[in-house]
């Protein structure tokens, strides 16, 4: 008995100590935010979120600079963060002693007052598993804090390549509406000649209007990007817009699905969340085969006999019984389902990673080849079919439909390609949630 509550006590010092390592790293992650609610002093102040924190993104926007910026001000990391510091404040209240009771008594016939107290102690091994259960799920939401910031790297990096897609767009249909407006000048000259019918210059304008609709389309998406963006970046809606992007990030080199599998079982958080509660349900199934265990009662009391003039002391010690079997076998049958689901969720979730980085990594490399197609074959190609085609129509060899059908041609492959080169950040930055680019390694996968 002696052995066992001294492991017990020893273990429960490790935990202890796990409880103040992982507040240290609370520490650190709040002081590389600028957003909170108020000033905490277990875990140390932050600031508030300022326009000023994202004022150079007005002037150029980069990914690298937004993915910084979001994981400084995002309220959702903070909201993690917090579920975070919840979760680990749970560990102190279960591995403490319950509180202990004071009692005062008075007995009128024999004239007695006595002021006692009880202090139940339970089974040691019951409050390390208890302790062992309250940090693993603190693990386990730390785990969690950090999916959300990878979603949130990822989410950046489709907000950037989202917003330079539309500008792009805006740009491209810009160049075709001036190359219309050549088209039409060509026409009008023609007609003015008497070479061609009104027909063709009508036909021109009718382009050029289409052209014009579709740029309100743009228009829209680029407003969309850059709302997704601010929310994103926690911006107000008042606040100035975002300058251009500068430039898209170059394209990650292909790694071998094996190789990207393995990163993501090593560092994927979502996989160590769910490990480290699989590992929590094991320590409450073995809390829970603890039932049957007796807990001690100790307890001692002052008594004054005013009848007698002396004074007294009652020492008291006792033990729970655990009569009632049918409580010890359902504490255990919950437990023994919380287990089994948890560790079906941990399937599942391998299961969801594994098919996350073999999707994320088919759409990489599909990008990556659709955007070299285009880049080296179709829109030159139809950049050159223009050329043709606009001096075959000047020539008068071909008529204004097969011009404008050339036209139309480079404008859908130039599209083309700037919807490849988004893609290919956003299948990129999928890949690097997928596998947990950015996650620490060691042992916080350890659960599993």
Not at 135 to 159: I, P, T
Not at 388 to 395: H, K
């Amino acid at each position: 008995m002696r052995a066992h509550m001294l492991l017990g006590a020893l273990a429960l010092t490790g935990c202890l100590s796990d409880l103040d390592h992982q507040r240290r790293e609370v520490e650190r992650a709040r002081r590389e935010m600028v957003y909170d609610l108020r000033e905490d002093l277990k875990y140390g102040p932050v600031l508030w979120t300022t326009e000023d924190d994202v004022a150079a993104l007005t002037s150029a926007v980069t990914v690298e600079a937004v993915q910084a910026a979001v994981l400084r001000r995002n309220p959702d990391l903070l909201a993690a963060l917090q579920r975070w510091v919840a979760a680990l404040e749970r560990a102190p209240q279960v591995t403490s002693l319950p509180y202990p009771v004071v009692q005062y008594r008075y007995s009128s016939m024999f004239r007695m007052h006595s002021v006692g107290a009880e202090q139940m102690l339970p089974w040691p091994g019951k409050l390390l598993a208890e302790g062992e259960a309250a940090l693993a799920l603190a693990r386990a939401a730390r785990a969690d804090w950090r999916e959300v910031e990878s979603v949130a790297r990822a989410q950046a990096a489709s907000g950037v390549a989202a917003l330079w897609l539309a500008r792009r767009q805006l740009a491209l249909l810009d160049e075709n509406l001036a190359l219309t407006d050549r088209f039409i000048g060509i026409a009008e000259a023609k007609y003015a000649a008497g070479t061609v019918t009104q027909a063709d210059v009508l036909r021109a304008q009718v382009e050029r209007e289409g052209l014009l609709a579709e740029r309100a389309l743009f228009r829209r998406e680029e407003a969309v990007a850059e709302a997704g963006l601010d929310a994103l970046l926690d911006r107000p809606v008042q606040a100035p817009p975002l300058g251009p992007v500068v430039a898209l990030p170059p394209a990650p080199r292909p790694e071998p699905l094996t190789a990207l599998l393995l990163t993501a079982l090593d560092r994927r958080p979502a996989l160590q969340a769910a490990g480290w509660r699989a590992h929590a349900a094991k320590a409450d199934r073995d809390r829970a085969d603890q039932e049957w265990l007796p807990d001690a009662v100790l307890g001692g009391a002052y008594v004054r006999d005013a009848g007698a003039d002396r004074d007294e002391v009652e020492l008291m010690g006792g033990l729970t019984l655990p009569l009632w079997p049918g409580r010890a076998r359902a504490a255990r049958a919950e437990a023994d389902a919380r287990l089994r689901g948890a560790q079906a969720e941990d399937r599942a979730t391998y299961n969801r990673v594994v098919e996350e980085v073999r999707g994320a990594a088919a759409r990489l490399a599909a990008a990556a080849e659709r955007r070299r197609i285009l880049a080296e074959g179709a829109v030159p190609r139809a950049r050159q079919h223009v050329e043709v085609a606009e001096a075959a129509y000047v020539a008068g060899q071909l008529d204004l439909l097969g011009l404008i059908d050339a036209q139309r041609g480079l404008l859908a492959q130039e599209l083309e390609l700037a919807r490849a080169a988004a893609e290919q950040v956003v299948a990129g930055a999928a890949l690097d949630r997928a596998i947990g680019a950015g996650a620490p390694q060691g042992p916080d996968g350890a659960g599993r």
